[in-house]
């Protein structure tokens, strides 16, 4: 105890008694008649003394100070200690008082905290003061109160966006209030009144501050504000606009009107059930219908007769042009004897077909090697194309083997696959690729359809394809289109394309708790005739587990609006469509080109979207501070491949090797810290001990490049060495963390130079070159294995060799199973096929005949 806290010493004057209470009450002297002792009375002489009233935790608003206050019974002496330190006896404001029920002394202290005794304190601690009572028998401590600075900054972290909103569908509005202490409360409003969901369901406030409308109403069009308030000021955000919007809707058809005199009825429809409103879509298709009347319900006229030798005339005429077209198609085609009949068909498209123009190769790009002359073998089956001389390009002469390397011959006994095929040339052409590709993309977007086409050259790919097939492919993003031989009928032609649509530039409608899966891929010319379907592979960055999602794919009409096709693990057969989901890749076979994408629903909590975790920094830094973004997108390949240029333009480099997290459906909020920094030299400028990502921003996909920020600050500018973990984690979930140690001055290392495997092959192969399996050796295979077998040597046993047999009702609904499952496989093992492994899981099959047999260079 300090030495003025000594409970009491006596001295004499005259013939009084003096008692002296140091510290207390100051020098007091009495009386003969009246003496002072320190002798407390027995019945509390024993007691500790207990708080009746303890400091509060306090607020100071502005510049008004706070008053803390305690109160304790029985007690002697009440002082209060602030950050450890006794405050001065002349601080302290003291009242005492009798309890009148237990005749204890009750005594009072009151003292007074300033703005300027709390902005003394600096660093994480707080300012804090408790009080501590004495009695005769001891001392207590009362709890602690603390006392903060309230204010409340005037920029909001995150305010609402405008909106456009279908009818019916779920809204989001996100609000992230400034920063305040205390925390501010947020309130909605909507056109200057205040938001209630007690009172109002459709309405939901989460608590991280978002405001959910269930289902769009029309009512509900307005402008919508967040407002923070807390005890020192109030504010609003700027306001957001939501526009619902009503699309129209036919009404029933009306009665068809009688038949006229032009032998046509005719019935109409009217775009009212609903009326397009505020802003909606036009109802698509006509509203006015005919239909020719027949024989009997046609009025008759008097000119019939005249009208029958009308036709008649005009059926000669036609029957005479159509004669001298079939004449002049016949000269034609003798003077073209030399071209093949399955390709001479070129109606389609003005573009006509060619073979396919290479480029010369740059370092890192793939190029096809120089063949070596052709010698002539018993088993050598040639293919031949012819050049075309007008204009640069590569022609493909050797034998049928895989474009991919071998290191020697496949071993075999004698079968029917080793007989020399049948004698002749066969011609095989290649898709040209046009040297601007821009142009391609221009002309597209000139038609009706191909408005909304995305206009991004590098996400986009093209090629002209016959019956030979081929394939498409987006660099660096998992996306690629694979046309099967056959796919395309004999005579045909077509111009196909494959892009990556914008997120943002599309309407997909999510609600409750969807979320985008994969890329919005768009292939086409929609409305093509296929024979068979092409395979549209793509990344996901779902976990890949039935149990706990519902899968769909959703398919964009040609009027906009997006449907249903699919639903993952319901397929029947007869659809259109088929997936075979892998853990980071979805295979989908289509007998339709469109627009596509994969949206998942989450049937509980433990659904999980892959996210990927990248780190960026400065690559040159100048000033003191320093900057750390981490990147939270979705983990497929367009994505980190868009991120990865977006910082390549900024100046950025890739700090550390990305890093994989299950995000949960849990609606908790993703969180991201920074620790462990040499303090000597390095601190954040980050105020709260965390940022934090709304769960909504993650979930629905449609952000596509969210990131923090920590901006750090070095003491010197010749401090280069940074040392520190940065943790990432959902609450109450997953986590990871990075632990970084590297120089900011001296790493250069380039922004792709070890994550981003640059995919360097042509982004439109047509004919041979587009397989791994030769073309007429895969039509022995299908020959071979589409035969049922008695012992299961049959296609059914290769669907079970390549782990396929989850699919079997699929491949044995098509009219060559074999061909199904090496179009799969193709698909699949594009990148990393090894066509040796094929080879020996046909020869494990037992089928001699079905074995691939490869040839090496040198003996071509």
């Not at 404001?93 to 009151?110: G, Q, Y």
Request: proline share 6%; aromatic share 8%; charged share 20%.
């Amino acid at each position: 105890m300090p030495l003025l806290l000594r409970p009491f010493v006596r001295c004499r004057l005259g013939a009084e008694l003096l008692v002296l209470w140091l510290g207390f009450i100051g020098v007091t002297c009495t009386g003969s008649e009246h003496t002072a002792t320190a002798t407390q009375p027995a019945a509390f002489s024993d007691l500790l003394p207990h708080f009746l009233v303890e400091p509060e935790d306090e607020f100071i608003v502005k510049n008004k100070p706070v008053m803390l206050t305690c109160r304790s019974t029985p007690a002697t002496q009440i002082y209060f200690k602030c950050n450890g330190e006794w405050v001065h006896q002349d601080d302290h404001l003291i009242v005492r008082t009798v309890d009148p029920s237990t005749a204890l002394p009750v005594m009072e202290v009151t003292i007074e905290i300033t703005r300027q005794q709390v902005e003394k304190i600096f660093g994480l601690d707080e300012y804090w003061c408790q009080c501590v009572a004495w009695s005769t028998t001891g001392t207590q401590k009362s709890q602690k109160a603390y006392i903060r600075i309230a204010y409340l900054r005037k920029n909001f972290e995150e305010e609402p966006q405008a909106k456009e909103v279908a009818l019916d569908q779920e809204v989001s509005l996100r609000c992230h209030p400034p920063e305040g202490v205390p925390q501010p409360e947020v309130e909605w409003q909507r056109n200057e009144d205040v938001i209630d969901p007690q009172s109002d369901p459709n309405f939901f406030i989460t608590t991280d501050h978002n405001l959910i409308i269930k289902k769009a109403r029309l009512a509900d069009t307005g402008n919508y504000t967040c407002v923070a308030k807390n005890i020192v000021a109030r504010r609003k955000s700027n306001s957001a606009t939501i526009l619902i919007y009503v699309d129209g809707g036919w009404s029933e058809w009306s009665k068809w009107s009688p038949c006229g005199a032009d032998c046509a009825m005719w019935r109409s429809r009217e775009c009212t059930q609903p009326s397009p409103g505020t802003g909606g879509k036009d109802c698509q298709g006509l509203d006015l219908q005919s239909l020719n009347c027949t024989s009997e319900q046609c009025p008759q006229t008097a000119g019939r007769a005249e009208d029958v030798a009308l036709y008649v005339g005009m059926v000669a005429v036609a029957l005479c042009l159509t004669l001298l077209l079939i004449i002049l198609v016949l000269v034609y085609r003798r003077k073209k004897a030399g071209l093949d009949a399955d390709v001479a068909d070129s109606s389609i498209l003005t573009t006509g077909f060619q073979p396919m123009g290479i480029k010369p190769s740059k370092p890192g790009v793939w190029a096809p090697r120089p063949r070596r002359p052709l010698t002539h073998s018993k088993n050598s089956h040639l293919l031949t194309i012819q050049p075309d001389l007008t204009t640069t390009t590569t022609s493909y002469q050797g034998t049928l083997r895989s474009r991919h390397d071998a290191p020697g011959k496949f071993s075999m006994t004698n079968g029917p696959l080793l007989d020399p095929l049948p004698k002749g040339s066969h011609t095989l052409h290649n898709g040209k690729l046009n040297s601007d590709p821009a142009d391609f993309v221009s002309r597209l977007s000139t038609q009706s359809y191909f408005k909304t086409l995305s206009r991004d050259v590098a996400n986009t790919s093209y090629g002209t394809f016959n019956f030979l097939g081929g394939r498409l492919t987006i660099p660096n993003t998992g996306i690629s289109l694979l046309i099967p031989p056959e796919a395309i009928p004999r005579g045909k032609i077509y111009e196909i394309y494959l892009t990556v649509q914008k997120k943002e530039d599309l309407r997909l409608p999510l609600a409750g708790c969807q979320t985008l899966l994969s890329p919005v891929v768009c292939c086409g010319p929609p409305g093509v005739v296929l024979s068979r379907p092409v395979i549209l592979s793509m990344d996901h960055c779902s976990d890949a587990c039935l149990d706990n999602w519902a899968i769909r794919l959703k398919k964009q009409t040609y009027e906009g609006a997006w449907e249903d096709v699919l639903l993952m693990g319901e397929e029947l057969v007869s659809d259109p469509y088929y997936c075979q989901l892998e853990a980071e890749t979805c295979q989908l076979f289509s007998e339709q080109l469109g627009t596509f994408a994969l949206v998942g629903e989450s049937l509980h909590m433990g659904a999980a979207k892959r996210l990927r975790l990248v780190l960026f920094s400065d690559a040159y830094c100048s000033t003191l501070e320093y900057n750390i973004r981490i990147y939270c997108i979705d983990d497929t390949q367009d994505v980190f491949k868009e991120v990865m240029q977006m910082e390549r333009q900024l100046g950025g480099r890739l700090i550390d090797e990305p890093h994989i997290l299950l995000f949960k459906d849990s609606y908790h909020n993703l969180r991201l810290s920074i620790h462990d920094m040499p303090q000597a030299h390095w601190r954040s400028k980050l105020l709260a001990g965390y940022q934090e990502i709304p769960f909504y921003h993650l979930w629905n996909g449609s952000q596509r490049y969210l990131h923090c920020t920590f901006t750090l600050e070095r003491l010197s500018l010749s401090t280069c060495e940074l040392t520190c973990q940065l943790c990432v984690w959902q609450v109450e979930g997953e986590g990871q963390s990075f632990s970084l140690d590297f120089n900011i001055a001296k790493d250069t290392r380039a922004v792709d130079s070890e994550f981003l495997l640059m995919d360097t092959n042509a982004t439109a192969l047509a004919g041979p070159s587009a397989f791994q399996i030769p073309y007429l050796i895969r039509q022995k295979i299908c020959s071979s294995l589409d035969t049922p077998c008695p012992q299961g040597a049959d296609w059914r046993m290769l669907a079970q060799r390549l782990k396929l047999e989850r699919h079997m009702s699929f491949f044995a609904s098509k009219a060559s199973p074999t061909s199904a499952i090496l179009d799969l496989w193709e698909a699949q093992h594009f990148h990393g096929g090894n066509i040796n492994q094929l080879a020996a899981v046909m020869a494990d099959i037992g089928k001699q005949e079905a074995m691939i047999f490869l040839v090496s260079d040198g003996e071509c």
